[in-house]
């Protein structure tokens, strides 16, 4: 196990690149949590504008209506999609709420009763959906005899907004959100820099043409060697992302069941894989370290911006995103970005990315073939 | 001796370049044998055909009586190459450069250290075993390449001018070097285009030149195959160009250079070369301020059999 050793401990001889760019992720993301805690304070003072379109008409829906009403501030719609999605675009309704003509029979069928359209770009938004979600819950416990008891919920949600709502989890947890994020997001951005980085740099080394040559006359065979190599560069690369999953932890504590958090970690194990295949490929072609630093450079802030890293990807335009496609980064974006109740929901997302990973991988083993023509 | 080595007819070509032109040469067990040649003639060229790092157009290799093939793995382990160029990690030290090249052969960690600590006595970088090697000098640095090729203790060494830009000092340490290993049992094959080094240190030598294996033999077998014997070395404090011409009559000088105040006459084999020379400057009424004689070199074995200086 020489190859492995001597490969983790040029990688260590190289931990300035590792150091410098873990110093900037940190201390980002202590500047970010300071800024969701502020975000946090300000959303539990402001009410919500929101529009709702009642279709149904019932005691129930009345019932559902006043309450929202008492909650936020009312804006006029029209139930028409694109006229609703430039409302919530213009910031002119923060939600819309729209409440079926078979409103009644879907809540006691305990079905998907209401359809929401929400500012997913404000955390608060969620708030909304929890405050239906109560009612809903509410109104069903008193469901009796084919009637609701719309007193009986009226002073329950009533108690409830006041011990309840306002300061505890579910408000706190879209804050908590956007750190995960934000955080994950960032998390992918030095990902790409410090794989391509250091990974790079010590294959450079090792692919060194004279020191390659001592190689290929020793007895080492060949295929064991690789397997040390690569067992190397997955070791290295284990050890980096799990000191960030290890870190999301540490910061956020018990937050981390407010979220989901599984999502956050199968997403960043998926996309680290797809950028060591990048990373593989990147070392057939060159192995000239200032090409492999400024790679480094070029693809992390590159695809990180284009991809919504480091601003939405709402307010880049199309043709930016349809860039950003071609590679990992939008799709691991687009699943950290994503609301989900179970993983089943990012499956296409978590597929491209690992579809680029078989693509990298075919792409880096021709890059190879073509160096041993060479020699 | 055992034929270890035997590369017959070996061609390679660079695109247009024809760097080994049907090459011959044989390795026997125990000796050290010089391959000489001028620059660019083909010597690192050669000895990558025969370690498989670059495959060949025509001919055949055997070492150890096997075919090389890059896969010929239980015979590299016998190998070790010392490389023209310095091939070390910049980022590791003496100490780990030489530990990782040796875990290439040698598995066992006891045995390992052992060996590693064996090369680095054998080099003389006990000093040194913590420097990075752009702290060294060019000289330690030579050691240092030379420790990583030969710490795995293989019983064929190839050392592709290891001397190269190294002053006197880590030059001689180096030649010492190689004999101390030869007599350790290793056979060496040393290239070269410094004639002293390999008439100095080379039981056989084999002369190279554009590709192709003009001579082979011990220096003695070398210089008796040529015509030139004798060289001698004479100047005058004054003599008339005509009485210069006339010592073209003197027996078996095949030919007379002169460099300055100084005449180089060479002379084929013969037993009274220096006295008939003198017999001529009495006759003539010369006097001379130096005059010696000298034996044919390497040098004037190449220049007889290519036409050509192999000076550095
Ligand atoms: N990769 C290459 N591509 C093209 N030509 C090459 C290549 N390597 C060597 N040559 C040419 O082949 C010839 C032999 O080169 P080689 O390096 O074997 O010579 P050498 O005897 O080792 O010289 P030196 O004493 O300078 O080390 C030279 O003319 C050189 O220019
Ligand atoms: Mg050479």
């Known amino acids: 196990m020489t190859v492995f050793k001597y490969f983790l401990k040029i990688a260590i001889k190289n931990r300035w690149i590792i150091i410098m760019y873990v110093t900037i992720f940190f201390v980002m993301t202590v500047l970010n949590s300071n800024d969701a805690v502020k975000r946090e304070e300000s959303f539990v003072e402001s009410k919500l504008n929101i529009g709702i379109i009642d279709n149904c008409n019932s005691e129930l829906s009345n019932s559902l209506k006043d309450y929202l009403k008492d909650e936020n501030n009312i804006v006029d719609t029209v139930e028409d999609e694109d006229y609703i999605k430039e409302q919530i675009f213009l910031e002119v309704a923060d939600a819309v709420v729209i409440i079926p003509e078979d409103f009644d029979e879907k809540v006691i069928r305990r079905e998907e009763s209401v359809l929401v359209y929400k500012d997913d770009r404000k955390p608060q938004s969620i708030q909304i959906e929890n405050q239906i979600n109560k009612f809903l819950a509410f109104a069903n416990i008193t469901y009796e005899n084919g009637n609701f008891a719309l007193k009986d919920v009226a002073e329950a949600l009533n108690e409830s907004v006041e011990v309840h709502v306002l300061p505890s989890g579910e408000i706190e947890g879209s804050g908590i959100n956007t750190w995960f994020k934000f955080y994950f997001n960032f998390t992918g951005y030095v990902t790409i820099a410090l794989y391509i980085a250091v990974i790079g740099v010590v294959m450079s080394d090792f692919r060194d043409e004279n020191i390659d040559s001592r190689r290929r006359i020793s007895s080492k065979r060949f295929l064991e060697f690789n397997r040390e190599i690569y067992l190397g560069q997955l070791t290295l690369a284990s050890a980096v992302t799990i000191t960030f999953i290890i870190a999301s932890i540490i910061f956020m504590r018990e937050n981390i069941w407010n979220v989901y958090f599984l999502k956050y970690v199968v997403n960043l194990i998926v996309f680290s894989f797809s950028i060591l295949c990048l990373t593989f490929l990147i070392n057939n072609i060159t192995r000239n370290k200032h090409a492999i630093t400024a790679l480094s450079t070029v693809l992390s802030l590159g695809t990180s911006f284009i991809s919504g890293v480091m601003v939405p990807q709402e307010i880049l335009g199309d043709k930016v995103l349809a860039v950003a496609k071609f590679f990992p980064t939008y799709y691991f974006v687009r699943v950290n970005e994503s609301m989900i109740n179970s993983l089943s929901d990012i499956g296409f997302d978590i597929f491209m990315q690992l579809l680029f990973a078989v693509a990298f991988l075919l792409l880096g083993l021709i890059f190879s073939r073509k160096d041993l023509l060479v020699q | ?312």
């Not at chain 2, 390679?12 to 040649?37: P, Q, T």
């Not at chain 2, 620059?39 to 990558?48: E, P, V």
């Not at chain 2, 240092?144 to 203790?153: F, P, Q, R, T």
């Open chain 2, 1 to 312: 001796m055992r034929m270890i080595v035997k590369v017959k007819n070996v061609v390679k070509r660079y695109s247009e370049k024809i760097a080994l032109d049907h090459f011959n040469m044989e390795v026997y067990e125990g000796e050290i044998l010089g391959l000489l040649g001028p620059n660019g003639c083909g010597k690192t060229t050669a000895i990558n055909c025969i370690l498989s790092l670059l495959s060949f157009d025509k001919g055949e290799i055997e070492v150890f009586g096997k075919k090389m093939t890059p896969n010929s793995y239980d015979i590299k382990r016998q190998i070790g190459l010392v490389p023209q160029e310095v091939s070390v990690f910049e980022n590791l030290t003496v100490r780990e450069n030489i530990d990782y090249f040796c875990g290439l052969y040698v598995d066992d960690k006891n045995v390992r250290k052992r060996y590693v600590d064996e090369a680095i006595e054998f080099v003389d970088l006990k000093d040194y075993v913590k420097f990075y090697p752009k702290k060294l000098s060019g000289g330690l640095k030579r050691r240092l390449n030379i420790a990583c090729g030969i710490v795995h203790k293989p019983k064929l060494i190839f050392m592709d001018e290891p001397t190269v830009a190294v002053d006197a000092q880590s030059r001689n340490f180096i030649l010492e070097g190689i004999k101390r290993l030869n007599g350790e049992s290793s056979t060496v094959v040393y290239t070269t285009h410094y004639l002293e080094e390999a008439e100095m240190l080379c039981s056989r030598i084999v002369i190279m030149d554009n590709g192709k294996d003009i001579v082979s033999g011990t220096t003695e077998e070398l210089k008796a195959m040529i015509t030139t014997s004798e060289k001698i070395v004479v100047s005058f404090v004054s003599i008339e160009d005509s009485v210069a011409s006339l010592m073209k009559g003197i027996p078996h000088v095949i030919d007379i250079e002169r460099n300055g105040e100084d005449f180089i006459i060479k002379f084929e084999n013969g037993i009274n070369n220096l006295s008939n020379l003198l017999s001529f400057i009495t006759e003539h009424n010369l006097t001379y301020t130096k005059l010696y004689s000298k034996l044919p070199t390497l040098n004037d074995v190449f220049l007889e059999l290519t036409g050509k200086e192999l000076r550095d």
